[in-house]
Structures are given as C-alpha cells and as structure tokens.
C-alpha cells in the first residue's frame, strides 16, 4: 500500500549544490554575485534577471507582445531568500514578482539558460 512517503523522502526537485553560500548585490544593484558551495563564483547582471523572470505578469506580457527587449539601467533593490531552493527579487522599476530558483540564476551566470522565448496566444 503507499501512503506517499516516498513523496517526502525523495530529493528535492532542485540541485542543493546550486544554493549559493553567498549572494551580493554589486555595482548599485546592476550585478548580483554569487559564490557556491563548490568554490565557484558567477555573477549575473540585473537586467538579465529581469528579461529573465518567469513570473505570471512578465510570461502574460510576451504573450501579448508587451515585454520590453531591454530593461536598461534596471538594479536589483531587494533579495529576499525562499526557504533553501530560490530567491525573490526586486526591481528598480518596481517589479517585484518573480521568484527566481538558485538553478534558475546559476544557469544564467554561466550563459545555459536562453531568454524565454515569446509566447504568442495560439
């Protein structure tokens, strides 16, 4: 019979090694640095986080062809940490909705993770 122990007992469905031991906003908030359990460092710029966020306003905005091509000048003002897995982030053009998991930022220090393309309505 399961009782979906296994479900609480299975990895978490985030690599933990991505979870930074340090994170610091840089340069006036354009950068955010990190420094990993593993020894390496990468840093992020803050207008890549904000073309980047995968929050409902930012996806329903490239749905309707609305999202900005640039977000220049755009700081990083808030980092708050959710639980071990992510962060919320804020924004100096007030956006302050997405929730960006450490995986998630790792990728887009190192250059893996690809803009989102446009969604367009079907």
Do not use: Q
């Amino acid at each position: 019979m399961d009782h979906g122990l296994a479900a609480l007992v299975a990895p978490p469905p985030f690599d933990p090694a991505d979870a930074p031991e340090a994170v610091t906003v840089a340069r006036g908030g354009l950068d955010l640095r990190l420094t990993f359990r593993d020894g390496a460092e990468a840093t992020v710029a803050a207008e890549a986080l904000r073309l980047n966020c995968r929050c409902a306003w930012c996806t329903r905005a490239r749905i309707e062809d609305r999202f900005p091509a640039r977000f220049e000048a755009v700081a990083v003002t808030d980092v708050k940490l959710i639980g071990g897995y992510a962060a919320h982030l804020s924004f100096s053009d007030g956006h302050d909705r997405g929730i960006y998991p450490w995986t998630y930022i790792r990728r887009l220090a190192e250059g893996d993770a690809a803009a989102p393309a446009p969604a367009r309505a079907a």
